[in-house]
């Protein structure tokens, strides 16, 4: 079975500036994630979708951070404007009735 | 809040030698511990494991969960070079598609 793609592999941006992921996860999954990996930490949820609605999105920074997963497939996350905090991995995952946890190989985002 | 520690935080040895990594949490609701090697980007699934004393094994690696104490040990038998990476542990809990909360990792250095 195809595995949970993403889209870029890398970003570098300004601070300020805005940026876009992409996921897609494996076919079927219900559940998509969307985790955060800051370098030297372990990866901490911003949000959980179950089909198109949202589960948990208590850890993500509401006030720069987005996120839809409007057909209940793809997601998108958004950052606008970005911080230089905001360097790190973000990583997409997708499950099916919470087993079989696949990871996006993720995308580094560097905010210079 | 959940909480998951993993001890140590670094560890360098030789090739060869038996390494144990240590895992312990407290979370509401606990559902299964998993543990994810991290060479690059993506984690990859190691072990999945929901009851206690029931040893999991696959080739050099071993893991063993302890409900009553809280925590959970990956043994790496005879290290090799391609053993070098981060072990993430990770903690399932009882919600609506089964969120993920991570450690900080150790980082494994097998020098040859």
């Known amino acids: 079975e195809a595995g949970v793609a993403q889209s870029p592999r890398y970003k570098i941006i300004e601070k300020r500036q805005s940026v876009a992921f992409w996921c897609n996860p494996i076919?079927?999954?219900?559940?998509l994630y969307w985790y955060q990996q800051i370098l030297g930490q372990g990866p901490k949820l911003l949000i959980q979708?179950?089909?198109?609605?949202?589960?948990?999105d208590s850890q993500l920074p509401k006030d720069r951070f987005s996120a839809e997963r409007l057909k209940g497939v793809d997601s998108t996350l958004k950052i606008q404007p970005a911080k230089l905090e905001d360097s790190a991995v973000y990583l997409c995952?997708?499950?099916?009735?919470?087993?079989?946890?696949?990871f996006g190989s993720g995308t580094r985002l560097t905010v210079v | 809040e959940d909480k998951v520690v993993q001890s140590p935080l670094s560890l360098v040895v030789h090739e060869g030698d038996t390494v144990t990594l240590n895992c312990s949490y407290e979370?509401?609701?606990?559902?299964?511990l998993l543990w994810y090697k991290q060479e690059k980007k993506a984690p990859t699934f190691l072990f999945m494991l929901?009851?206690?004393?029931i040893e999991k094994k696959s080739g050099r690696l071993s893991s063993i969960l302890d409900k009553k104490e809280l925590f959970s040990i990956l043994n790496i038998t005879a290290t090799q070079t391609g053993d070098s990476a981060v072990y993430l542990c990770?903690?399932?809990?009882?919600?609506?598609?089964?969120?993920?909360?991570f450690g900080e990792g150790t980082q494994l250095t097998v020098n040859p």
């Open positions: 995952a997708s499950s099916s009735l919470g087993y079989g946890y696949t």
């Open positions: 076919s079927g999954h219900a559940t």
């Open positions: 979708f179950q089909n198109n609605g949202v589960v948990d």
């Open positions: 979370v509401t609701n606990f559902r299964s």
């Open positions: 929901t009851s206690s004393g």
């Open positions: 990770a903690v399932g809990v009882e919600t609506s598609g089964s969120r993920l909360t």
